[in-house]
């Protein structure tokens, strides 16, 4: 038996699209709460028939739309090789961070309506919840390594920390319009997780 999923007919991924790129438009003009869906499918340039044998309401739409990039994100973020185990002693940007951030600019419109310019509560909210799990799957990681990497405070503290910080530097990213290389912003974000924001310590 194939475990092959159906390809999607390119007819319904393109409606989807329509209306999800409708939905970003009007969010930005007038914000989520006043949109109906008969303006919604306008700017589609569909009727509102349509709509609806795709989604229940504006609600569902934003929450598909929301479920379908933050599982492409959490499919970047996880698809690490053995080859690609973090060496902290190396300055390079691990390839896990780089598609994170590519992930992001690949989808700069939506993150950047959804996430930097509306704040929308729920996406903050999951979104921290991937990045926390990516902090607490690396943490781990560098704790396995050896007994001398492991943490000066509690991991639920440290897993928080790192996810906020993330999530800052990220919608800072977008509000910026993303004048950085995903490599770069990579490159120093694992930089000032390793060592902090000075070149030598202040406080020593």
């Known amino acids: ?20 790129d409708a939905l970003l438009d009007l969010i930005r003009e ?16 569909l009727n509102r028939a349509t709509f ?23 499919n970047n973020i996880r698809s690490q090789t053995e080859s690609e185990r973090v060496d902290f002693r190396k300055d390079k940007p691990h390839p896990t961070f780089i598609r994170m951030f590519e992930h992001i600019q690949q989808h700069s419109k939506y993150y950047q309506v959804i996430l930097a ?24 990681a560098v704790e396995a390594e050896s007994e001398a990497y492991h943490l000066t405070v509690p991991k639920e503290m440290a897993v928080r920390y790192a ?20 490599k770069y912003m990579a490159a ?11 070149l030598n310590s202040p406080f020593q």
Do not use: C
Not at 1 to 20: E, F, N, V, Y
Not at 52 to 73: A, C, I, N, S, T
Not at 188 to 196: E, P, R, S
């Open 117 to 140: 310019e509306q704040k929308i509560p729920h996406f903050m909210t999951r979104m921290t919840e991937v990045l926390s799990d990516f902090a607490s799957e690396g943490i781990s």
């Open 163 to 182: 996810a906020s910080a993330f999530l800052g530097v990220i919608i800072w990213w977008l509000e910026q319009d993303m004048p950085y290389s995903p």
């Open 1 to 20: 038996m194939s475990t092959h999923k159906p390809k999607q007919d390119p007819r319904i991924t393109r409606t989807h699209q329509l209306l999800q």
């Open 52 to 74: 609806y044998l795709h989604y229940r309401d504006k609600h569902d739409l934003l929450q598909q739309g929301m479920d379908e990039v933050l599982q492409q994100l959490v």
């Open 188 to 198: 120093n974000l694992m930089k000032l997780v390793i060592k902090g924001p000075y």
């Open 30 to 45: 007038r914000g989520f709460d006043k949109l109906t869906v008969q303006q919604i499918a306008e700017r589609a340039t």
